[in-house]
C-alpha cells in the first residue's frame, strides 16, 4: 500500500500542470517571432520531455519509498519459494 498517496497525485499533477502550461507559453512567445523554426520548436520539445521524464522519476521513487517494505520482502520471499 502506498502511505500518501493523494499527495503524491496532487503534487505531481501540479508539477505537471505547470510544466505543460511554460511549454504552451513558451511556445506561444516563440510563434510570435523570427525565431519560430523547426530547431528551436524541437529545443522545446526536448525540454518538455525532460522535464515530465524527471517527474516520472521522482514519482515513481516517492511512491518506492512510501511502500511498506516488509509487503515488498514477503512478496519477493513467496516467489522464490514458488520457483525453488
Known sequence: MIKNKEEIIKEKVNKAADIISS???EMDKLSETKEFTIDNIEKLWVKLDK???KIYKETSR???AQMDEREIIRSKKANILRKG
Open 51 to 53: 522535464d515530465t521524464s
Open 23 to 25: 511549454y504552451v507559453n
Open 62 to 64: 516517492e511512491i518506492i
